[in-house]
């Protein structure tokens, strides 16, 4: 299977019939559609695509389209690294990985366009025409504007995602549901998913988040983080090809074998089992 090894690509394909591309990376692929039209197959999902449409696949992810009219792909690829390894990087990499996280452990990866508003669906086109013109022009400046660009991408991939997930209802319901969200998005920033952080962002008592928490979520805020982390593993070794060792590291566990014995023991397979399911998925 070929594997991307640069943090960062953009391509643009015209195709009258889909060939397969096993392509693997560490991240996303985004998709976006300039001219064409068909169906876009995820798995046993379908969706009619057309001129305008945007996808986003994580790389391992079995996908594949039936094309009616010649269809023009834009096919960026991108991983983690790309937000790093200059000094002069303008990007805070921790808030952004932190970002890349929360999207791959809750983005659905079924069939369908990525963004369903149309004032966000306008920015993010916008934004992809400026990356196609940036990689064009190639100077000094472009690989940083175009991080800039990526960035931004990235928040409105995540607003979208955010707005798609189950809430709470009510007043307090809805309260909870924002502390939820606060946490999976902060997943591994470690200061602001602290309860002394949670308490002053939310105004809750320090005494009484425990039981608040226990109350409305069913379970510790512990067992949440951990189960949010582990939700985020099993994601990372469906859907990238890092080391169990890598994601391991990431999400803040001792080692690989730490890792695999938390995940036997709160959903009763280990990460070899979920990645034989993804390499069974994919062949």
Request: glycine share 6%; proline share 1%.
């Amino acid at each position: 299977m070929e594997k991307v090894h640069d943090p960062f690509s953009i391509s643009v394909t015209t195709l009258e019939r889909w060939e397969k591309r096993n392509r693997r990376n560490n991240f996303f692929e985004l998709v976006y559609i300039l001219e064409g039209s068909g169906e876009q197959q995820v798995e046993y999902t379908r969706s009619r695509y057309s001129k305008g449409s945007i996808f986003l696949l994580p790389s391992s992810d079995c996908h594949t389209y039936r094309i009616d009219q010649p269809t023009t792909f834009l096919f960026i690829q991108f991983n983690a690294s790309f937000f790093s390894g200059e000094q002069d990087c303008v990007i805070d990499f921790g808030k952004w990985f932190c970002r890349l996280n929360f999207i791959i452990g809750n983005y659905n990866r079924k069939a369908g366009e990525l963004i369903s508003g149309e004032n966000d669906k306008q920015h993010l086109i916008r934004l992809l025409e400026l990356l196609m013109y940036e990689q064009q022009r190639s100077d000094n400046h472009s690989r940083r504007i175009m991080q800039g660009l990526m960035v931004a991408v990235l928040e409105l991939i995540a607003r979208n995602v955010a707005m798609v997930l189950p809430g709470e209802q009510g007043v307090e319901g809805k309260r909870f549901a924002e502390v939820l969200l606060h946490i999976q998005f902060h997943l591994l920033d470690e200061e602001k998913i602290t309860l002394s952080y949670l308490c002053q962002r939310f105004n809750i008592s320090a005494t009484y988040f425990s039981e608040y928490f226990k109350r409305n979520a069913g379970e510790t805020y512990q067992e949440f983080v951990l189960r949010s982390k582990l939700k985020l593993a099993e994601a990372k070794a469906l859907y990238t090809d890092l080391s169990f060792k890598e994601i391991a590291w990431d999400l803040g566990f001792t080692d690989s074998s730490h890792l695999n014995k938390m995940m036997k023991r709160f959903y009763q397979k280990g990460m070899s089992d979920i990645r034989r399911q993804a390499m069974h998925g994919a062949a």
